[in-house]
């Protein structure tokens, strides 16, 4: 019972971490979220395309289990359908010109996905290094960490790659 007790004080902990940092990124005015009309429409797009591909995401991870049988934890599969539909949602809205506001700069989102990066795939090396990722052959809870790292990393390579392939104006900048 004390390992659930300390995944559940792990997880609180690690969620209140992350809406403090989302917090003090919109005080900071980082996070500037106002968005012209052709923006939200291609948000709505792209939150279409993220929601089905959880939709989709969540039934193969449940197929896949009954037919292939238990191969990873529960939390862990969940949070490889949440990603995914993030990806999805996120290189959609990068694609469209619809992921930061008019007022935000790039450059300052691009450091905090390479942190979140970072850090993330840093814990999977350390769990991956330390007996504790996989048990019995099913992915464990500690895949978490890297699944996030990866997912992180796809949309900043995405970001990255169309901020230097898109026509800019030198005074915006």
């Excluded at 968005?35 to 995401?57: H, M, N």
């Excluded at 539909?85 to 691009?110: G, H, N, Q, W």
Aim: hydrophobic residues 55%.
């Amino acid at each position: 019972m004390n390992y659930h007790f300390g995944m559940l004080i792990g997880l609180t902990l690690g969620m209140a971490a992350g809406f403090a940092v989302v917090a003090l990124l919109v005080k900071k005015k980082v996070l500037d979220m106002h968005f012209d009309e052709r923006q939200e429409l291609a948000r709505g797009k792209a939150f279409q395309y993220g929601f089905f591909t959880l939709l989709i995401a969540a039934y193969v991870y449940g197929l896949s289990d009954v037919l292939l049988g238990r191969w990873c934890d529960v939390l862990t599969g969940v949070t490889l359908c949440i990603a995914l539909a993030i990806c999805v949602f996120a290189i959609t809205c990068i694609l469209k010109d619809a992921y930061l506001s008019l007022r935000e700069k790039p450059r300052t989102i691009m450091t905090f996905f390479a942190l979140l990066s970072i850090i993330n795939l840093g814990f999977g090396v350390m769990y991956h290094i330390s007996p504790g990722l996989t048990e019995n052959g099913v992915l464990t809870f500690r895949a978490v960490n890297p699944i996030i790292g990866f997912a992180t990393l796809i949309i900043l390579v995405v970001y990255v790659v169309n901020y230097l392939l898109s026509p800019r104006d030198e005074e915006a900048e």
